[in-house]
C-alpha cells in the first residue's frame, strides 16, 4: 500500500502562512486524488481540502477557503497545502490521505473514501 509522509508543520503567529508537503512512496500516486484532514484537539476529524487525480478540480471546506490552497506535483510524488493568514482556530494536527479508487472526477470530503494516511504533522497557531 501507499505510504504517505506529511512534513512543514510548525508553530506560527496569526496571520501568518505554512506550506505542508505530502510525499508518497507508492507508484500509482498520479492516478489518484488526494485530500488534507485536519483535527484539532478534542474535535472530530474534519476535511479540509482535496484535488483530484487530474488536477481538474479542486475542493475546499468554507473555513478555509480564500486562505488555503491544495496543488500537487506527480512529477515529485507530492501535494501540498499552502495556508496563508492562519487562525488560531487552523490549529491541529493535518493528515493527507490518498482516495480509495484510481482517476475518480471528484474527491469526497468523507474520510472513509480515502485508503491509506499520512502520520500527521502538527499546526500551532498563536494569538
Known amino acids: 500500500q501507499v505510504q504517505l509522509v506529511e512534513s512543514g508543520g510548525g508553530l506560527v503567529q496569526a496571520g501568518g502562512s505554512l506550506k505542508l508537503s505530502c510525499a508518497a512512496s507508492?507508484?500509482?500516486?498520479?492516478?489518484?486524488?488526494m485530500a488534507w484532514f485536519r483535527q484539532a484537539p478534542g474535535k472530530e476529524r474534519e476535511f479540509v481540502a482535496g484535488?483530484?487525480?487530474?488536477?481538474?478540480?479542486?475542493y475546499y471546506a468554507d473555513s478555509v477557503k480564500g486562505r488555503f490552497t491544495i496543488s500537487r506535483d506527480n512529477a515529485r510524488n507530492t501535494v501540498y497545502l499552502q495556508m496563508n493568514s492562519l487562525k488560531p482556530e487552523d490549529t491541529a494536527v493535518y493528515y493527507c490521505?490518498?482516495?480509495?479508487?484510481?482517476?475518480?472526477?471528484?474527491?469526497?470530503?468523507?474520510?472513509?473514501?480515502?485508503?491509506?494516511w499520512g502520520q500527521g504533522t502538527q499546526v500551532t497557531v498563536s494569538s
Open positions: 490521505a490518498i482516495d480509495n479508487f484510481p482517476r475518480r472526477n471528484r474527491v469526497d470530503a468523507d474520510e472513509r473514501t480515502f485508503g491509506s
Open positions: 507508492g507508484r500509482t500516486f498520479s492516478n489518484y486524488g
Open positions: 484535488i483530484t487525480w487530474s488536477a481538474r478540480n479542486t
